[in-house]
């Protein structure tokens, strides 16, 4: 299993239904939260609660520090998930499961293996379970599934 550092660019290598197995592990991805990450996150949302990005607030609301919104975690899974399948998967369903804040200081940690690899409704569909943690514990969970071409050169929707 790989780890890195943040996110690398965008994959433009994309896998297919034929290539995906229940089992398969995501590579880890890990990175360091800041206050800079939060407060332009708070921003880019419009998600102005103070909580996630004034420290004071969010320390007397008894987090560590201020943390990360919903939407944040909803795209970073998204992300994570995503870049392993590539360019040409679908998001078909979300699940997003928030265990604990995830706050500024604390290193993120994906864990994610591919659970189930079925058909519906004429979509090849893997389904993907990511868990975010950090050291203090589980910070989310999610469950993704996604519809993936076939093979090489076809699209991901019926």
Known sequence: MSESAGLAAEST??????????????????????LALCVLDAAATRDFFPGHHDRDYARAQNARDAYLNTMFLQGFVDRVAGDWLGPL???????????????????????????????????????????????HGLGARARLTYALPRRAGESALP
Not at 14 to 23: I, P
Not at 89 to 111: K, N, Q, S
């Open 13 to 34: 290598v994309t896998r297919t239904w034929d290539q995906v197995n229940a089992g398969d592990e995501l590579p880890v991805v890990t990175f360091k939260l800041t």
């Open 89 to 135: 998967a679908w998001l078909a369903r979300r699940r997003l499961e928030m265990a604990a804040p995830v706050c500024i200081g604390d290193t993120i940690r994906t864990e994610g293996k591919v659970t189930r690899k079925y058909e519906e409704a004429g979509r090849a569909l893997v389904e993907i379970a990511l868990s975010v943690k950090t050291e």
